[in-house]
């Protein structure tokens, strides 16, 4: 197990989790037989080693987390909306009215367009990893780093994904100011963006809250509560 820990988990995490269950094993069954004379040194090593293994765990989890957390592209979220929840051209101020009309037919087409699944906002296989990982910190007692990784890689995807999408943080001052008719298309865009945010953005990053934490209900909430506030902030200023 010795080996195995010195090593670290960046080549072998399977081989790695087992050797900190190993280790944790021995340290039980040490603690439990204290009259065998190694028993002292034995509990020192294995802990030393816990403390090692815990620690590279923790730099484990922050490099997958960041190298995976990347913002997306804004087509790929409202591809996921229906057609006729999307933003209209007239939304973006573009003028259709020199162009063909569509007809009735056409029309009714488009709006049953298959909707794109949402996209992967971390790839599938990497899931898995994050929540053994994860499960081992919260056994060392390591939740509040956890809670700190995952608040600082997902929050700043989040954000950038809202840059992306053209989200905007607007104050009060800023919307008077505004001439109606432009005021009019922010308001159309902000509709659409909260139904992207919500049902496509919001409902992919509590999914993989719920995968990764499974099993640990409080700090899956609050994960989740922490990541997306800034974002629901910044959203929620343009309707006040």
Known sequence: ???????????DLE???EAVDQ??????FFSSNKNLKSSIG???????LLGKAIFKLEEEFRQLLTSYSKPVES???????????????????HDDSAGPKSSPEHQNKSLETVVRPPPALIPPRIIPLLHDIAQQMIQAGHQQQLLNIYREARAS?????LRKLGVERLSKEDVQKM?????????????TFMRVVVKVLFAGEKKICDEIFEG????????????????????????E
């Open 1 to 11: 197990a010795e080996a195995k820990i010195l090593r670290g988990p960046h080549e």
């Open 179 to 191: 001439q109606w008719e432009v005021l009019e298309a922010k308001i159309g865009s902000w509709i």
């Open 157 to 161: 995807a989040i954000e950038l994904t």
């Open 216 to 239: 640990h209900a409080t700090l899956r909430d609050q994960c989740f509560s922490e990541v997306t506030a800034n974002s629901v902030t910044v959203l929620l200023s343009f309707g």
């Open 42 to 48: 034995v509990i020192n090593q294995a802990n030393t």
């Open 15 to 17: 081989s790695y989790l």
């Open 23 to 28: 280790l944790r094993s021995i340290t039980r």
């Open 75 to 93: 087509d790929r979220l409202t591809d996921c909306l229906p057609n006729s929840t999307k933003p209209s051209s007239a939304a973006h101020g």
